[in-house]
């Protein structure tokens, strides 16, 4: 079965300080994998997909098949970074999106 | 370019009842998507409509059904609504091209109170 695991629900750091949130996934095949963000109000968002291999508000996120991870980074953190994130994978062209619970990610100044 | 919007915002039902949820999708896309997010966790999809058909379902009991219309707009209905269907629900929109899911555009979601 399709899972994603999210360990930390909670993740805070300090501005500046660099900040990984992590992302373990199950899955038989070549999954496509996503980060997907929620600001404070706002709805959720893509942030962005691993076939994409583009840095979106200075984040990255590299597929480990060997380790089944795709971690979120970002070398340093900024106050308006804080939000909750999620990891989500696909099978490629499948309609349906598997969560992880979510990191809440808290920048302190 | 009118994003995905969700209509009521907020219910209150109590269990046993039916409930219709409303989404608009986001000018453009053809495909809608149906989450449930519980409290503290994150959302689990329920089924997707493209061209009017259901296009995949989660697991869901046949109780959660959907509907999606020409204009794209979609509703969620919920039947015989037990404590556990409290929840919000998301609405998602994209555009299906080639078998192949683009991006998913989230609503805001409809919070369900079922008492």
């Known amino acids: 079965a399709q899972r994603v695991t999210q360990p930390e629900k909670l993740l805070s750091v300090f501005k500046g300080a660099p900040v990984e949130l992590k992302c373990n996934y199950s899955?038989?095949?070549?999954?496509?994998l996503f980060w997907y963000v929620q600001y404070s109000r706002q709805r959720l968002q893509l942030l962005l997909r691993?076939?994409s291999r583009e840095s979106i508000k200075g984040f990255t996120a590299d597929l480990n098949k060997g380790e089944t991870s795709f971690h979120l980074k970002k070398p340093f953190a900024q106050e308006e970074d804080s939000a909750m994130y999620y990891c989500?994978?696909?099978?490629?062209?499948?309609?349906?999106?598997?969560f992880g619970k979510g990191t809440k990610l808290t920048v302190n100044p | 370019e009118t994003g995905v919007t969700q209509s009521p915002t907020h219910l209150i039902k109590t269990r046993g009842q039916q409930v219709t949820l409303r989404c608009s999708s986001q000018?453009?896309?053809?495909?809608v998507s149906w989450y449930q997010q519980a409290l503290g966790q994150g959302p689990q999809f329920i089924f997707q409509?493209?061209?009017?058909?259901?296009?995949g379902r989660g697991n869901f009991p046949p109780r959660f059904s959907g509907l999606q219309f020409p204009n794209y707009s979609s509703e969620l209905n919920v039947n015989a609504l037990e404590l556990d269907d409290s929840a919000l629900y998301l609405c998602?929109?994209?555009?299906?091209?080639?078998?192949?899911?683009?991006?998913?555009?989230f609503g805001s979601g409809t919070q369900l109170s079922v008492l």
């Open positions: 998602a929109s994209s555009t299906r091209r080639d078998s192949t899911n683009e991006k998913l555009f």
């Open positions: 899955y038989s095949g070549s999954p496509e």
């Open positions: 691993h076939i």
């Open positions: 989500a994978l696909t099978q490629g062209g499948s309609e349906k999106l598997v």
């Open positions: 000018s453009g896309h053809n495909t």
């Open positions: 409509y493209y061209r009017e058909e259901e296009n």
